[in-house]
């Protein structure tokens, strides 16, 4: 698979991440956000449909069993408004959704003495699409998939331990279609236990005789470790 431009930052702050940062290994993280831009394309050429003017919000968090091993999980809804093919709009919000719902569980581990971390998830994905031409409304009944992901990742805190950097790489398969995901944020200290965040997140699917999916969101919120 070609790696676009997209996921060409992502993996250079993977590489980045591997300098020799103090390893933050909080016990536990606990995230709330927001999601002020996210963005869906399905299938390709002259037939791909592009979803814009998405929105959302989620929570996800890891929660260490020991110092080494740990729990994750996420749960996230997105609304998508605006629907176009090769670039242009065909139909505004008012006429067109498509909601997303997804929710992830999973055990990582930590490698001692390094900022790395790898861990396995189970993932959820559901979407349901809404038409409207102003005389009749079609809603279509949830679309349900399911999958596993696998992540490596790295953490690390610089500027006197007020910055933390995270960045991931790693492989989702869901229902029919596999492929990358990488994962690029930072987060600062506000006080002790509470840091504000923001991240991207890029996944892009591919599968057989499936039509392609591509998925990219920006997050901002809250954590609070503890």
């Known amino acids: 698979?070609?790696?676009?431009?997209?996921?060409?930052?992502?993996?250079?702050?993977?590489?980045?991440?591997?300098?020799?940062?103090?390893?933050?290994?909080?016990?536990?993280?606990?995230?709330?956000?927001?999601i002020p831009y996210s963005a869906a394309e399905v299938g390709g050429g002259e037939d791909k449909l592009k979803f814009d003017d998405g929105d959302g919000w989620g929570v996800k968090g890891k929660f260490g069993l020991t110092d080494l091993v740990f729990?994750?999980?996420?749960?996230?809804?997105?609304?998508?408004?605006?629907?176009?093919?090769?670039?242009?709009?065909?139909?505004?919000?008012?006429q067109v959704q498509l909601r997303t719902e997804q929710y992830r569980g999973g055990l990582g581990f930590r490698f001692a003495e390094?900022?790395?971390?790898?861990y396995g998830e189970y993932i959820g994905f559901e979407s349901k699409f809404r038409f409207d031409n102003g005389v009749t409304a079609v809603e279509t009944d949830k679309d349900k998939s399911e999958g596993w992901g696998g992540h490596l990742g790295a953490q690390g805190k610089v500027l006197n331990d007020r910055v933390t950097l995270?960045?991931?790489?790693?492989?989702?398969?869901?229902?029919?279609?596999?492929?990358?995901?990488?994962?690029a944020g930072a987060a600062v200290q506000i006080v002790k236990h509470l840091a504000i965040f923001a991240d991207y997140r890029y996944t892009s699917l591919a599968g057989g005789n499936d039509p392609d999916v591509r998925l990219d969101e920006a997050r901002l919120g809250a954590r609070l470790s503890f």
Request: net charge negative; no cysteine.
């Open 1 to 34: 698979m070609t790696i676009t431009k997209e996921v060409q930052k992502p993996l250079l702050a993977l590489a980045l991440m591997a300098a020799p940062f103090a390893a933050a290994h909080a016990a536990a993280d606990l995230d709330a956000y927001w």
């Open 71 to 94: 729990l994750s999980g996420e749960y996230e809804k997105n609304k998508f408004g605006e629907i176009g093919v090769d670039g242009g709009i065909l139909l505004p919000e008012d």
């Open 114 to 118: 390094t900022p790395f971390y790898a």
């Open 166 to 183: 995270t960045s991931e790489i790693g492989y989702v398969d869901i229902g029919d279609v596999d492929g990358l995901e990488v994962l």
